[in-house]
Structures are given as C-alpha cells and as structure tokens.
C-alpha cells in the first residue's frame, strides 16, 4: 500500500524536526553570521569573509588552534583508553560488580560545572586539599591549574575523571555483546590474555571504538565549562581552547562576528577529524560494502 | 451543609477565574525586573522592600548575580535588545561602554547634579549627559591584624595618612609574618586580578594607564611604571611570597584575613561591617593605602552605579525608581547596609557622627587627595577583561614586559571599533 511508505518518515518526523530546529538552524545561522559585523549599536554589517581573513592573520587565533588541536589529540586517546580499561574491569560478573560499574559512571551524574567548580578547589594551590595531602605525605605542593606547565594536563586529567565512565557504558555494551564463544576458543587455541584481547575483542570493538572516539572527540572540542569557571584559558593562555576563545570574542570583546567565524571553523575541524576517524576504524565489511 | 448545585460552582468558578485574570487591574501594580550585585541577602533585600513598602504600586522582581559572572550575564540579556531588564547595576566605568552602545537611557531629566559629589556625577557621565545613577563610591584601606602583629613583634602601620606606609614596608612586614608553609600569609589584595585596585600601582609610580582619548592602551598600559608597578605585585607571590596565590574570589580573601591566615588585606571600607560581625573575635584596624617611596598616593576609586534600560517600558516606574533610590534616605539605608563611600552631599553633612572613625577619615581624605578614577573609555569592557586574565597570569611568573605589551596590542584590536 502505497500510505505504508510514508509511515517509518511519519515516526521518524519528531527527531528530524528537533534536529533541524535545534541543530541545522543555528549552524545555518552562524554560518550566515559569520560574514557579518555589528556596528557599536548593534546593527549588522556585511563584512565578507573579513572575519575569517582577521582570525587567519591573528597569532591568538592560532595559538588557540595548536592548544585545542595538542589538547584533543591527548585527551580523545586517553580517555578511549581509559574507558575501554575501565569497561574491560568490569565486564566479568562479579561479586559487587554493579557496585563498581556505578561508582565508575557517578562522575557523570556531577555536572560539568560542579566537576570544574570542585576540582579548582580540591586542586587550589593555597588552600586545596590534595597539596594539603601532598604536604602530608612530604611531598611538594604543586600549581596545578595555576602553572602554564602543569593547567592543560591538569584540564585533560578533570575532564577524563568526568568523561571516561560516560564513554565506559558503550563500550561495555560493545564487550558484552561479544560472544562468549569465540573467546573461549581463541583460549583453546592457546591464546594467552594479550593475544585474545588483540586478535578477538579489538577488531570486534571497532564499532563502538569508532562511535565513542567520533562522540568523544566533538565533546572535547566543545568543551568550555572547566576553561571559563577555572582558568581563563590561562595561564599565559595555557588553557585557551577555541571555545573559549569564542566565548570571549562573543561576549567580552562584543564581537559576534569574530565568534560566529571561530564556531564555524571549530565545526569544520570537528567534521574533518570525525571523518578521518570514521575511516580509521571502518570495519571490513563496510569498506567491501 | 448542602452542597453546591452545578449552576452554583459555575457561578464561583467563573468569579474566581475573573478574579484571578484581573488582578493588575485592581491592584494596579507594575513589576520592575532589577539586575543587582550577589551581594548577601541582608545587604540587598531591605534596601528593595523599604523601596517597595514606599512605593506600594512597584513590585521589584529582583535578580542578584555572583560578581564573577554579573559583566557576562548582562552582556548577553542587554544585546537581545528586549526591555529586560528595566533596571540593571552598573560598574562605574562601564558606564561609557554601556551608553555608547545604546543600553543606558539617558538620566539628566531625573538627577540633580549639585547633590553629588563632582566625582560621581563625573562616573555617571558620558558626552556630558548622565546615563548611570550614582549609588556610592568605594575606597580601599589596609586591614591589619593587631594580634598577629603583636604576637610577631612587628609594629603596626598608622592610622594617619601622613604616616601612610610605602609598599616596601608592607614587604619587610609581610616577611616577618608570613608562613607559607604553614599556610600563614602576610599581605593580600582583596582582588587580586582586578585593575580596579591594582592599576594604582603603576599610578603611584606615575603611570598613565591609557591614552587619554580612552582608545588607546599601547605605551601606557605596557610603559616602565607599569611594568615596575605590576612586576612589585608578580614579586609578592613568586620571590617575597608573603602573598596567597590564586585566591581570584573577592569572597575568599576577606575570609582568609578574618579567619587569622593573612596579616594585612588591602580592601574595601564596604567589607568593614561584615568583617565586624563575621569575625566577632578578629582584633584589626585599618591604615591608609601604601604607595612606593619614590611615587606619590594613588589610589582607586568609583563603585557601583546603577543605570536604565532604554528599552524598557515602565516609563513612569523606573524614573520613579531612580527618584527613591538616590533619595537621602534610601542612601543612609544603602551605606548602613553595605557601607560604600557615599556619593549624595547629606549623608556626608547629616552623618557626621559615623564618619569620625579612623577608617572613614581616611576615606574621606583619599578621596580629596589620592583616588584615581579608572580610565574613561567606552572600551572599558574588553580593557578590564584583557588586562584582569594578564594580571591573573602575572601571579604564575613571565616576563612582565612581554605581558604586558601582548595585552596592550589585544586591548588596541578590540577597542579600534569605538574609533570614529
């Protein structure tokens, strides 16, 4: 009947209008309103592509690019990692096993600023707790977010101790529907733990290994929380991401323009990344298909 | 007891929602959303409710924000251009910033000028029309602990503003009673990254701290006294160390300094009270502001104001609102509930019996001879952001130089657009 084939479009309709309200129109909109200035009154201007040229011939636009570019290729690889050891932990049944599989996912029922706002104190240089244990243990205090050297991995460790439980669930939903059998046969074989773990569970993780780095990596170019309540995006512009960099143009600098054009570019980098890292991970089946 | 008929809880269901949809009518009353400071509830929620008890038909729908994010927040609600909100506090400075890019209604009609001081009318200004009501000035002191000096044998700095200490004495103190180690710290700024109290130390040396069109920071902002004033501050915390570093909350330093870790916090006379009545047991007193042997007294000056959007449209309510809250009374609630330098002429002449202390002495002679009013752009906006993230940096080492100079060149690019 030909009504039936519009019935999967009439289910999927809801989704798609949400997208397109909720996505696809403020990236056409910020797209459009990155050819565009304000005048000091804020009236628009057409600009061209002055806005992009500007950010193009300006070190602290590109200081900003290597830092996010430095800070996501550390941190996507380490909390996959880390995800996939914590998911790897608690795969096994065990004895108290939901116990740790919700102790690991708890950071992520802490809000993103509640995370920033609890470790900038438990990390204080002054006053903070951990330097008081340091000193205790007769360690020396250190900076932490307050050191150029120290503020992005520190940035990198806060934001996996939120992160790397969240991406354990898909993971560990990928591990368990693993069959037991092949497993067990790899064992037969002689396989030891490392071969089993490489020659069977990783090549049959792709996909969620691909799903999780792809999320995981548009998730870390957006962030932005722990930059403006903790650092700054310093010191000494350390810790400047791009979003931040956005966040200030927009709305410290009051150039919309300027921080349209910088979404933008941070959505093309997403996109390109993304697309190389779908590539990396495609599966045999899909690159024969 | 019968119970209702169908046509009897029709009837009651239809007066009530009648009553219900009609209630501005027969009250007649008007809400004004306000925008005001986070400051603690017993600082702000009398000042609105005697508003509200002397003007019955004005229903305040008061917002407070943290001071850390209120510049943002209202950056965000002011470019939507709506009437929201009516009124909004307004940081002295910014009030060219604000009127320039058309989010303060102009205020001439309402404020008479010869009952303020010249310096706040001269904060409230822009082009030579008033656009934010001045609602109090501030001016800093040094706070000591009279216990921890006592207990390190180290005399303490005079309450006379002659005898006012130089910021090399503040170090040699500050050695002797800091223990870093043990958490115990000499000296600190009540806010430490704000150039509202740390532009004076460039100032003291006699440092310009933009050009005097207002848009221009390159060779003022980055010159040698700056650089010397602002290195003395990197100093503090990186080489003398009598300084906490970090503490970029305004609401953590006074806590330190009450709670017996800081020897001397340089603050606002508006902290006073709450240090009083927080800290029942802390023995302080106050000293002038220091300043370098070999510059003059400078110190900061201006404070909050309060201004209207011109968007807004309560016409009537918010020049009412104006009218009250810069009445004679209305200020001697405000500087009883947050004691800020006042700006109205009475309060000075009919308070006089409060102002004999020796902290408000001190004021009132800073405020004759040494306050500096931060510079005068409609730039104000991005020059504090700029130069607060750099002065933040300082505190962690660099050249202070390099720093100041990449700051100076980023401030130029922003404020160009207020050119012409």
Known sequence: MPARRWIPYAFLAPALLGLVIFRFTPICLSLVGSFFGQSIRGDSIFVGVKNYAELLGDPAFWSAVTTTLIFNLIINPFQVVCALALAMLVRRPARFIDVFRASFLLPMTVSIALTSIIWSIMLDPTLGPVNGFLRWAGLPPQPFFRSADQALTTLILVATWKGAGYWMVFLLAGLLAIPKELDESASIDGANAWQRFFGVTLPLMKRPLAFVLVADTAANFLLFAPVYIVTNGGPNGATQLLMFEAYQAAFAFLNHGRSLAISTIILVIILVIALFELRLFRSEDETVA | MSSLSRRQLL??????????????????????????????????????????KRNPSIKLAVERMPFTQIFQALEVRLNGRTPDPDIYIVDSPLTASYAARGHLMELDALIDKSRFAPAGIGAASYQGKIYSAPFGSSMQVLYFNRSLFGAAGVEPPSADVAKRWTWEQVVEAGRKLAKPAENLWGFTFEQQERPYQLLPLGQSLGGVALSPDGLKASGFIDGPAFVEGFGFMQKLYTEAKISPPGQFDTALTPELFGSGKCAMLLGGTFIFDTLKSKFPNLDFAVAPHPYFARGKPVTPTGAWHFGVNPRSTQKEAVAQFVRDMLSYDMNVLWFKLRPYVPTLNAVWQKENATFSSDMWKIAQSEMQNTALARPATPGFREYEDILRVTLRDMQSGGNVKDMLTAAAQKIDREIAKYKG
């Open chain 2, 11 to 52: 009837k009651t269901g239809l007066a009530g929602g009648l009553a219900l949809a009609t209630p501005h009518v027969a009250r007649a009353q008007t809400t004004l959303k306000v925008v005001w400071m986070g400051w603690p509830d017993n600082q702000v929620l009398p000042l609105m409710a005697e508003f509200e």
